[in-house]
């Protein structure tokens, strides 16, 4: 079992902002504030690992697909255990996920709509991952900025959604409230992906290199608003792409990297 857990414990030991499971939490105590009855914290605590184990395994996937060295300051899952480890213990920290919905006291419709909020918001991670993937991939894609936000409601605010739903439905919110709190919460994921996008280009993210989203050919927001504002000069867009197919051979320390920034 060590081979599956070990991946996962040492990526979640090394920290991490925990924004999520807290927005969790946070989100039952208002709704049941707002309501005038007494939260359920061992319910909203019991439902934290939904969204941290499942933050956990898309970063262990996240850095294979990027093919990026480090995370939180040390060698990634795929680094230190091995590209085959990291992918299955990744694949089944998603499913292990669930087992917080089968520990808690509660009916089974509750429990039925618990499984289909986590799996809705799965599928939409992974679509989100899926274009990024796309575009990363190709240097001479470029997907327009209305393109990029559709992505990051996917594959960044999915989790946040995801938090805020089950947050609300913990503290005895009714469906229209958890969708109506969905849709804000996923505008917080895509905050949070842009505040992200522009630190790794300024002073780096803690853990990370600075310009490293360069290196995997990251189409984030600064570099579209780039391309958007360089319409009519092709020559300084192909000069950017340039650094990008630069980048991505020699690798962070190319200095096509600052040259790009």
């Known amino acids: 079992i060590s081979v599956l857990t070990q991946p996962c414990a040492h990526l979640?030991?090394?920290?991490?902002k925990r924004w999520r499971p807290l927005l969790l939490v946070l989100c039952a105590q208002m709704t049941a504030q707002a309501k005038k009855t007494d939260v359920d914290l061992t319910k909203a605590y019991g439902l934290t690992p939904l969204v941290e184990f499942a933050h956990t395994a898309s970063l262990i996937h996240d850095d294979i697909e990027d093919g990026a060295d480090t995370r939180?300051?040390?060698?990634?899952?795929?680094?230190?255990?091995?590209?085959?480890?990291?992918i299955n213990a990744g694949s089944w920290l998603y499913f292990e996920a669930?087992?917080?919905i089968k520990a808690l006291n509660l009916s089974s419709d509750e429990k039925l709509r618990l499984y289909e909020l986590f799996l809705q918001e799965l599928r939409l991670l992974h679509l989100g991952q899926a274009m990024d993937i796309k575009w990363h991939r190709n240097p001479d894609l470029i997907p327009s900025i209305e393109e990029y936000t559709a992505m990051v409601r996917n594959k960044t605010g999915t989790l946040a959604r995801l938090a805020v739903k089950l947050g609300i439905l913990a503290g005895g919110g009714t469906d229209s409230e958890i969708e109506e709190a969905g849709k804000i919460a996923q505008d917080i994921g895509?905050?949070?992906q842009i505040i992200d996008d522009v630190i790794n280009l300024t002073t780096g993210n803690p853990g990370k290199k600075r310009g490293d989203d360069i290196v995997e050919g990251k189409k984030s927001l600064p570099v579209l608003t780039f391309f958007e504002q360089n319409k009519k000069n092709p020559q300084k867009t192909q000069e950017l792409s340039q650094c990008f197919i630069q980048a991505s051979k020699e690798g962070i320390e190319s200095p096509a990297v600052e040259k790009a920034i």
């Not at 979640?12 to 991490?16: C, I």
């Not at 939180?72 to 990291?86: F, L, N, Q, T, W």
């Open 12 to 16: 979640v030991s090394l920290g991490g």
């Open 72 to 86: 939180r300051g040390k060698p990634c899952a795929h680094i230190s255990y091995g590209m085959d480890v990291a």
């Open 190 to 192: 895509v905050a949070f």
């Open 98 to 100: 669930t087992t917080a």
